[in-house]
Nanobody, 118 residues
Framework: QVQLVESGGGLVQPGGSLKLSCTAS????????MGWYRQAPGKQRELVAS???????NYADSVKGRFTISRDNAKNTVWLQMNSLKPEETAVYYC????????????WGQGTQVTVSS
């Protein structure tokens, strides 16, 4: 079955960095746009970054210049490098896989908690 497993979340101080990873199984990884979403307390889930199989990236305006999404199709893995983290970016971060031509085919990871606090 399809499985997306995130790791790398945790507690970090404001201005600090964290790197999340997501490893997929049960899908043809190269057929999927991979993305990271986050959901803060009391807020709607939002797209943070996405990356196509060929490496085309998209970022939320709020994270441009600070976050970097990357993937290795041979490892079925996508990462999110987060730098200069802000307290308001405390959220559960979710890995998402969306089929590149059939968008309704999508899967989610279980989420990993990122807490930015001193």
């Amino acid at each position: 079955q399809v499985q997306l497993v995130e790791s790398g979340g945790g507690l970090v101080q404001p201005g600090g960095s964290l790197k999340l990873s997501c490893t997929a199984s049960g899908i043809t990884f190269s057929f999927y746009v991979m993305g990271w979403y986050r959901q803060a307390p009391g807020k709607q889930r939002e797209l943070v970054a996405s990356i196509t199989s060929g490496g085309i990236t998209n970022y939320a305006d709020s994270v441009k210049g600070r976050f970097t999404i990357s993937r290795d199709n041979a490892k079925n893995t996508v990462w999110l490098q987060m730098n200069s983290l802000k307290p308001e970016e405390t959220a559960v971060y979710y890995c998402n896989a969306r089929h590149r031509t059939v968008a309704s085919i999508t899967d989610w990871g279980q989420g990993t908690q990122v807490t930015v606090s001193s």
